[in-house]
């Protein structure tokens, strides 16, 4: 059984602004450690995959800092997307390539920004999903055990009937995939005990990928056989082509939801966070009696439940409560807690104002 780690890293990490931007995004800051997160990503999977088994995918730009900040991966392994168009289309891309290459590899599709702190249990967890996913009927993701009535996640239904097992790990089938739901929705599905959060890691056969796209997703069929014949004949043009015209969709949107009926869940208690706004880090960095986190140079007085970084200059709260404060250079950001998912809105008043520069 041959297994590829695909690590998705072509996103822009706006809820991160004003530290994320389009020429260094959330998967290429050092947010949660000293190394950025994609070297974090790439590192936690080194115990199960050699640097020639991990492959990234990425638009051109992204691609040669990721090649700068990964040297110990083969070049041939960083593919390139000629332009963003979300994760369907560079899934299927990437997938084509290494279908081209095995079509009976395992693809480990997985987001360059994320934390896992037990990982030696989600490596444990990879190896099971791997071994079902070989078996070519299933695609696999990890669904994570809900801790709060969340509404910035989408959540999985699954079936408690009947798991399926596997070195030691339990695979339910999955019902449903819900959409972001408002508070009460998500206290509802917390309370009735089957719902977990989509954590966007997939698993999957390359063959059974293109089977499934053909049973499920028809309209976007076409367009993995055009990939296929434009990576066997090096048309570099016809690939412009296809991501000119192929829909801007997820990987969700595209396949998953469609295809639930094929669709394995394994809970992934280890230790998760997508790592998707700045009040996330108040669970990962470590934080005073009050509740504050702070990176860079500080003094709290009277304050709680805030969180601060400011590596440039001194920064100083007095009698404030749940306020993410963020000084980069040519920019500070303040904002409450509660609002901080709004932050990526601010990308779009930005350019509506022709302050571009500041993105």
């Known amino acids: 059984m041959e297994i590829i780690a695909l690590i998705i890293a072509g996103g822009v990490g706006t809820r991160f602004w004003p530290l994320s931007r389009k020429k260094k995004p959330k998967q290429f800051l050092p947010i ?31 691609t040669q800092t990721i090649k700068k900040l990964l040297a110990n991966l083969p070049e041939k392994n960083l593919l390139t997307e000629p332009q ?31 934390l896992i702190k037990d990982e030696s249990l989600f490596l444990k967890k990879l190896k099971a999903a791997s071994s079902i996913a070989a078996q070519g009927e299933f695609l696999i993701t990890f669904g994570i055990p809900p801790s709060h009535p969340a509404t910035g996640y989408g959540y999985i239904h699954y079936s408690e009937k009947n798991p399926g097992h596997s070195q030691g790990e339990s695979f339910y089938q999955a019902l449903e995939f819900k959409e972001k739901p408002e508070y009460e929705q998500a206290k509802a599905f917390l309370a009735e005990g089957n719902y977990l959060w989509n954590s966007g890691m997939f698993l999957w056969q390359a063959r059974n990928f293109a089977k499934k796209l053909e049973d499920y997703a028809p309209s976007m069929f076409p367009y993995w056989e055009r990939m296929l014949d434009a990576l066997r004949n090096k048309k570099q043009a016809e690939m412009d082509s296809i991501f000119k015209e192929i829909p801007s969709i997820s990987i969700d949107y595209a396949l998953m939801e469609k295809a639930k009926k094929g669709m394995l869940v394994c809970p992934g208690d280890f230790g998760w966070s997508d790592v998707g706004s700045w009040s996330s880090l108040c669970d990962i960095w470590p934080k005073d009696k009050k509740g504050n986190a702070s990176k860079g140079e500080s003094i709290i007085l009277d304050s709680q439940n805030c969180l601060s970084y400011s590596p440039h200059k001194l920064t100083v709260l007095i009698g404030v409560e749940d306020i993410i404060v963020v000084d980069t250079n040519d920019a500070l950001l303040i904002c409450h807690k509660t609002q901080d998912q709004k932050v990526k809105d601010i990308i779009d008043l930005l350019a509506k104002k022709e302050k571009g520069k500041y993105t």
């Not at 070297?39 to 995918?57: Q, V």
């Not at 899934?91 to 095995?102: D, F, S």
């Open 32 to 62: 949660i450690s000293e190394r950025t997160m994609i070297e974090e990503t790439i590192n936690r999977l080194l115990p199960l995959f050699s640097p020639e088994k991990i492959y990234t995918i990425a638009n051109y730009e992204q």
């Open 84 to 114: 963003g168009k979300n994760t369907a289309p560079s899934l299927m891309l990437a997938t084509a390539w290494i279908y081209l290459q095995n079509p009976e590899a395992v693809v480990v599709a997985l987001p360059a920004d994320h």
